[in-house]
C-alpha cells in the first residue's frame, strides 16, 4: 500500500462498514419474528393480522387468518402484528403484544446512520416483541 491510501485506511474502514450495515435490523433479525401462543384452557384458534392506526386515531384490523391452535408458534410482521385467540364458549381475546427496540438499532445509532435507522423503521425490524411467549387465560362467556 501507497502512504496515501494508509493515510485514509480508518475512513474506508468506517465507510465499508457503515455500507454494510446499512439496515442492520432488516438484515439479521428480518421483519418478521417468531413467538410462542398458548392458552388457557388450550385448543384455542389462533389469528394473526395485521393492526394500524391512522391519523385520526382509528384502529383497523385487515388479514386476519386463523393459523392454527393453541399451543403454537407463529410468524408475526414486526411493523404492525396482531394476534387473536379464540375459542367456543370463551370471550374472543386480542393478545396485548408488547415491543421494544431491537438489539440492532444500536449499529444504526452507533454509525450515526440515518439511512439504516429509516430503513429499520420503515420495515417494523426497528422493534422486537418482548416477551417472545404469551399464554392467554381466557374468560368463559357470561350467561
Aim: charged share 10%; with cysteine; net charge positive.
Amino acid at each position: 500500500m501507497t502512504r496515501f491510501s494508509l493515510k485514509f485506511a480508518p475512513a474506508y474502514a468506517v465507510a465499508a462498514a457503515a455500507l454494510a450495515l446499512t439496515g442492520c435490523g432488516t438484515i439479521n433479525s428480518g421483519t418478521t419474528q417468531q413467538v410462542q401462543v398458548s392458552s388457557n384452557p388450550a385448543g384455542a384458534t389462533v389469528y394473526t393480522a395485521l393492526k394500524t392506526t391512522d391519523s385520526q386515531g382509528q384502529v383497523s384490523i385487515t388479514n386476519k387468518v386463523a393459523v392454527g391452535t393453541t399451543p403454537l408458534t407463529v410468524t408475526l410482521s414486526r411493523k404492525h402484528g396482531a394476534l387473536f385467540v379464540q375459542k367456543a364458549g370463551f370471550v374472543p381475546t386480542e393478545v396485548p403484544l408488547t415491543a421494544k427496540m431491537n438489539p440492532w438499532m444500536w449499529g444504526n445509532i452507533a454509525l450515526g446512520s440515518p439511512l439504516s435507522t429509516s430503513i429499520d423503521t420503515s420495515t417494523g425490524a426497528s422493534r422486537e416483541y418482548d416477551p417472545g411467549e404469551y399464554m392467554i387465560d381466557l374468560q368463559p362467556v357470561a350467561r
